[in-house]
């Protein structure tokens, strides 16, 4: 069995899908490394060499070989077309916006499973890629926006006075935000976020941030999977409204808040950032999806109102290497899924490889139901 690792070719895309340490964790399979494919991450063609992985020339020999492709981003409906008939393919591919892949994937029978999708139970933790790449971003939002606000983030004692510390102000305490929480502490600065969800008050205090209490509470704040759940317009109208006291005493806000499948809701007005001191900054993380603040522009950094706003895209390939070690160790526990004595079997019971599946064979997956009766084959 071959387990491919292509260059990756989206705009910006910097990571690989394995770094060399980790070729060995893959027992019983051969892995093929297309030339150059770990280089803008730090990882030269000679050190898979070192590890045992061999070297494809260029994407259609990788494609051609592969059993099971591991990506980073999803492959593009070309790639697709280049993919040995019945191969497996497991990547960051969003269903709903890929349908010309899914379709070149169809056409070559292909498994496709998303890392997306994987279900978040204890058993997955060491898969959790958006876990991982969130932590990532978390803690390249706050550098940026120590390296964007005109003040220093700790307090300083000079013998010209004290220099007051930044105040830092994050929404959202998912995995992101409360990366951002503690980098942000543990560069000094003085740290406030919310949450629509109560269960994450004291993961935000236990990380030394002041957790920002709103009288709004949310109908149904979190989904099964701990995602934050969308709600009404009008509850994030009031949200809006009460938020922006917190926004505009802060020097940097950091938005994360985001909605599975859906557009960002917009948490920071126009209003909010022309009350902000000249010179503060916004970093919007949720830039990818429309992003929090209203104001923001999508892989731009703008000035409006004397404030800038940071609409960052794909940060994880902004630390490639690191982000890429981690992500890497989250595909390799995923595959041991997928691998057994070194061929690939499926089993449909397992609600890791069943949840995350998009297509087996060519084919849309059958439902647990189904597979629980017998019906799978």
Wanted: glycine content about 8%; aromatic content about 6%.
């Amino acid at each position: 069995m071959i387990v491919g690792i292509p260059k990756e070719t989206a705009d910006g895309e910097r990571r690989v899908a394995l770094v060399p340490e980790l070729v060995g964790k893959l027992k019983g399979v051969q892995v093929l490394v297309e030339k150059g494919a770990g280089e803008a991450a730090g990882f030269p063609d000679a050190l898979y060499a070192q590890k045992g992985a061999q070297t494809a020339a260029d994407a259609r020999d990788l494609f051609g070989r592969a059993d099971l492709v591991l990506k980073v981003s999803p492959p593009t409906p070309a790639e697709a077309a280049l993919y040995k008939e019945g191969a497996a393919s497991v990547s960051f591919l969003v269903p709903s916006m890929s349908a010309q892949t899914l379709a070149a994937l169809k056409d070559r029978r292909a498994t496709v499973f998303s890392m997306n999708l994987l279900p978040r139970i204890s058993r997955a933790q060491f898969m959790d890629a958006l876990s991982s790449q969130a932590t990532v971003s978390g803690y390249r939002a706050v550098v940026i926006a120590s390296e964007s606000l005109p003040k220093f983030f700790p307090m300083l004692i000079t013998a010209a006075g004290t220099v007051s510390p930044a105040k830092v102000f994050v929404i959202g305490a998912g995995v992101a935000g409360l990366q951002a929480i503690a980098t942000a502490h543990r560069m000094g600065a003085l740290v406030e976020a919310y949450d629509l969800r109560p269960a994450v008050k004291e993961q935000i205090e236990s990380l030394g941030a002041k957790f920002v209490s709103l009288p709004v509470e949310a109908a149904d704040a979190q989904t099964s999977g701990g995602y934050a759940k969308a709600q009404s317009e009008d509850f994030y109208r009031r949200q809006r409204e009460l938020m922006a006291k917190a926004v505009t005493a802060a020097d940097a806000v950091i938005t994360t808040a985001l909605v599975p499948g859906k557009p960002a809701p917009k948490l920071v007005t126009a209003e909010a950032v022309r009350g902000m001191r000249p010179g503060s900054v916004i970093v919007d993380l949720a830039a990818e999806q429309g992003g929090n603040c209203e104001l923001t522009e999508p892989g731009k950094s703008v000035v409006k109102h004397g404030v800038t706003i940071h609409g960052p895209l794909n940060l994880p390939s902004a630390l490639p290497a690191q982000a890429s070690q981690l992500y890497a160790r989250n595909l390799t526990a995923f595959a041991g899924l997928l691998i057994k004595d070194g061929a690939f079997k499926l089993n449909l019971d397992d609600e890791l490889v069943r949840g995350s599946m998009v297509l087996n064979a060519g084919q849309a997956p059958q439902p647990a139901e189904a597979v629980a009766a017998g019906g799978a084959k």
